[in-house]
């Protein structure tokens, strides 16, 4: 019973009744016993929508009510603020929720007045590499997803950055929150930890494989669920549900599949609507529609009038919220999503259908089916406590040797192990750099004992293999000019700024030899290409044509690019050249004001990629210009400037006026056509002529001119139609 629960403020145990947790589930009981709220480390090993975070909750407050702090580390960025928003419930206590998103760099000492911190790992790690000092104030840190730990290009942030935390606090409590993994008990062996590996659910789930006219389920039963001619077996799955009462989430592998099949599966939900269902769905529709003019928003609202939607990390967050709402609320019948929505988000459904069981991996170019552990995740958002009887997880086939196929592989399968990913070299160069860096480590024994402390080392039976990708990262690093290893290990200054940066060494080494050869004739697009071609930027890829189109381009623009071209003979070299080009391209049209829709098109990528890539060119052109700062090299302006642009997205002319809070790359172009150059033209500006650049938006010249410094910006006596304005 939560009444028994000890070490946590008043009142928590009637907080938690009023929100209908009466008592606790198994597997938050068996924490609860294991000392959970006493300070102990724990693994939670559980199966999705069984409870987890309300250990963590416990585990948190108790520690918050021993007077210590609460780190809780989230697996995505997106996750942060509803993470946190979650806890504010909590506020009630008198402990304060803060969050940390945004850039690497920003926000370290705001933190320190806050009781309960949501970040991201890389966010912690980059935190304990600036110095943050709250860290020695924790009592308690929260891992989020811990068998993410496996994943390759996040997973040894997560790793390193816990296995800091708890040699630098001493008794700092780990709660380690993981899906139901094949080796929970290794977690919990390295993390020091008890143990709850359970696969209890709070409601039954059956699960199964749809194949010519029936369901096929774990239990040996066969239930009828026909097909209809011309019609997808999804399809028949959804008004199968329907015809029941409930709802469907089905999984695809791809943002463009999730939005085609909602749309065809809205054909289906369509012909059950009631009218008043209709003008609900219409309501909704016209939310979406509010949120943003994009193509994504129009599909995504046409779909939602008629009960279907789609979700994938393409969409805003309020465009999520609103189908996560819908959904909940069973407006919205069915929702196809990217495996995103597995991870975190709670939308539980009757039928859980995943259709693709396969998707593309960017890394051998064909398809790879997922992981047991992914499938069991999709699954297990399968049935809605207290609200279905039961929930039911399928996969299709439509080829009878897939059917045994299928139940092997996931029905019957265990998920996988989680495997520490920490010896590839990438991930130890950056952690290597920053132990030494931030003085965590002065010799190279010293180093070693903290990597000893990682999951990697836990599980490695091959002796020697650590200490040798260490050593091996030692020498690049020495050879980089960013440590020094003469008695004992220290870092350069070159090496601490590249550290507290938060780019891959390997990024710092190309940008560095890359501003030691710019000379009169680099270009921004030159800059562009620099920063395109670290490990930090994640490539657009060649399309049919784009060889040819961009080995023109290249030659016909060389000189504007500092370094020197890769022989066309070798060919991965030359290719990831191009790759660079055609993102350093995408860079330009940005910069040159084309609008998002256009570029969208040129490079076939969606609107978040466009921002997302100028993200990191930005942050990666940040980093560029500090270390021509830190090593005094001429370029330092130019790249300034090449930065400014990619950040506000306008030419060199507008640089000036995009800097104005709330006027941005559009509105810029619009002053300027009025005649308005820059901010001290904006504070002088007559104010009809802002308003009607501005398109009459009162509101926002106002603001527009007050961020500016213009005396009187009220709007009041400026004339409705602005053109008739004198
Ligand atoms: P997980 O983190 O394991 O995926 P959640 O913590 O999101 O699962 O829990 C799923 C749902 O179950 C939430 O809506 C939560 O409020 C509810 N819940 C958790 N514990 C209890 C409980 N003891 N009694 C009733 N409902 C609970």
Same mark, same amino acid.
């Given at each position: 019973q939560p009444t028994d629960l000890t070490g946590l403020p008043d009142g928590v145990p009637e907080h938690l009744a009023e929100q209908g947790i009466e008592e606790l589930y198994p597997p938050q009981a068996e924490a609860v016993e294991k000392?959970?709220?006493?300070?102990?480390?724990?693994? &939670?090993?559980?199966?999705?929508?069984?409870?987890? @975070?309300?250990?963590?909750e416990l585990a948190m407050l108790a520690a918050i009510e021993r007077g210590g702090k609460a780190l809780y580390i989230v697996p995505l960025r997106a996750l942060a603020g509803e993470k946190a928003r979650e806890f504010e419930q909590f506020e009630r206590y008198g402990l304060s929720v803060g969050v940390s998103t945004g850039n690497y760099q920003s926000d370290g000492e705001r933190l320190a007045n806050?009781?309960?911190?949501?970040?991201?790992?890389?966010?912690?790690?980059?935190?304990?590499?600036?110095?943050?000092?709250?860290?020695?104030?924790?009592?308690?840190?929260?891992? $989020?997803?811990?068998?993410?730990?496996?994943?390759?290009?996040?997973?040894?942030?997560?790793?390193? @950055?816990?296995?800091?935390?708890?040699?630098?606090?001493?008794?700092?409590?780990?709660?380690?929150?993981?899906?139901?993994?094949g080796n929970a008990d290794e977690l919990a062996a390295w993390l020091d930890a008890e143990l709850v590996d359970s696969d209890w659910r709070p409601i039954d789930l059956r699960t199964g494989v749809h194949y010519g006219q029936a369901l096929h389920l774990d239990d040996g039963t066969t239930r009828e669920l026909p097909v209809e001619r011309g019609e997808a077996q999804t399809a028949a799955i959804v008004r199968d549900t329907l015809q029941d009462d409930g709802s469907t989430l089905v999984f695809v592998n791809s943002r463009r599949n999730a939005e085609g099949a909602a749309k065809r599966l809205?054909?289906?939900?369509?012909?059950?609507?009631?009218?008043?269902?209709? &003008?609900?769905?219409?309501?909704?529709?016209?939310?979406? /529609?509010?949120?943003?003019?994009?193509?994504?928003?129009?599909?995504?609202?046409?779909?939602?009038?008629?009960?279907?939607a789609?979700?994938?990390?393409?969409?805003? /967050?309020?465009? /999520?919220?609103?189908?996560?709402?819908?959904?909940?609320?069973?407006?919205? /019948?069915t929702v196809c999503a990217t495996p995103t929505l597995a991870a975190g988000v709670n939308t539980p459904a009757r039928r859980v259908v995943v259709r693709d069981w396969q998707r593309y991996d960017g890394d051998s170019g064909g398809m790879k089916p997922l992981d047991v552990l992914e499938v069991h995740q999709m699954f297990g958002r399968a049935g809605r406590p207290g609200l279905d009887p039961y929930g039911e997880a399928v996969l299709v086939t439509d080829d009878h040797d897939g059917l045994e196929a299928l139940f092997d592989r996931y029905i019957y399968a265990d998920p996988e192990p989680v495997r520490s990913k920490l010896a590839a070299e990438p991930a130890l160069r950056t952690h290597v750099l920053a132990t030494v860096a931030t003085r965590f480590a002065t010799?190279?024994?010293?180093?070693?004992?903290?990597?000893?402390?990682?999951?990697?080392?836990?599980? @490695? $039976?091959?002796?020697?293999?650590?200490?040798?990708?260490?050593?091996?990262?030692?020498?690049?690093?020495?050879?980089?000019?960013?440590?020094?290893?003469?008695?004992?290990?220290?870092?350069?200054? @070159?090496?601490e700024l590249v550290?507290?940066?938060?780019?891959?060494?390997?990024?710092? &080494?190309?940008i560095i030899h890359g501003l030691r050869e710019a000379d009169a004739e680099t270009t921004p697009l030159g800059f562009y290409h620099l920063v395109s071609r670290t490990p930090d930027m994640y490539e657009l890829y060649l399309r049919s044509g784009d060889r040819e189109k961009y080995t023109e381009l290249l030659y016909e623009r060389e000189t504007e690019i500092p370094g020197s071209t890769p022989s066309e003979f070798s060919e991965g070299e030359f290719e990831d050249w191009l790759s660079a080009l055609k993102t350093a391209a995408l860079m330009e049209d940005w910069t040159e004001e084309l609008d998002e829709d256009r570029i969208a098109e040129r490079y076939g990528v969606g609107p978040g990629d466009i921002r997302g890539k100028t993200e990191t060119a930005e942050w990666l052109l940040g980093a560029a210009e500090r270390l021509a700062g830190e090593l005094d090299l001429d370029c330092t302006t130019a790249v300034r400037d090449a930065r400014k642009r990619v950040d506000y997205g306008v030419r060199e002319e507008l640089l000036d006026l995009a800097g104005v809070r709330g006027v941005g790359r559009k509105r810029a172009r619009r002053l300027y056509r009025a005649g308005i150059e820059d901010r001290s033209g904006l504070r002088n500006a007559e104010k009809p002529v802002v308003l009607g650049a501005l398109r009459g938006r009162r509101k926002t010249a106002e603001s527009v001119l007050a961020a500016a410094g213009h005396p009187d910006p009220e709007m009041d006596d400026v004339a409705a139609d602005p053109d008739a304005a004198p």
């Open positions: 000392g959970v709220t006493d300070g102990e480390s724990l693994v &939670a090993s559980v199966p999705t929508a069984s409870g987890k @975070t309300l250990i963590a806050n009781d309960l911190i949501v970040a991201t790992s890389e966010k912690v790690d980059s935190l304990v590499r600036n110095g943050a000092r709250w860290v020695d104030d924790l009592a308690c840190v929260v891992a $989020d997803e811990v068998h993410l730990v496996d994943d390759a290009h996040r997973g040894p942030t997560l790793e390193v @950055t816990l296995a800091k935390l708890r040699a630098r606090v001493p008794d700092l409590q780990t709660v380690a929150l993981s899906a139901t993994v809205a054909t289906v939900v369509a012909k059950e609507l009631t009218s008043g269902q209709r &003008a609900e769905l219409a309501e909704v529709a016209e939310e979406i /529609r509010a949120d943003s003019d994009t193509e994504t928003a129009e599909t995504l609202a046409s779909a939602v009038e008629r009960g279907a789609f979700h994938h990390a393409g969409l805003s /967050r309020t465009q /999520r919220e609103l189908v996560e709402e819908a959904f909940r609320d069973r407006l919205v /019948r010799t190279r024994e010293e180093l070693l004992e903290f990597l000893d402390g990682t999951l990697y080392a836990e599980q @490695t $039976d091959e002796t020697g293999r650590l200490e040798q990708v260490t050593d091996d990262v030692l020498a690049y690093l020495d050879a980089n000019e960013f440590i020094e290893r003469d008695d004992g290990l220290r870092a350069t200054e @070159t090496g550290s507290r940066l938060y780019v891959d060494p390997m990024s710092a &080494a190309e």
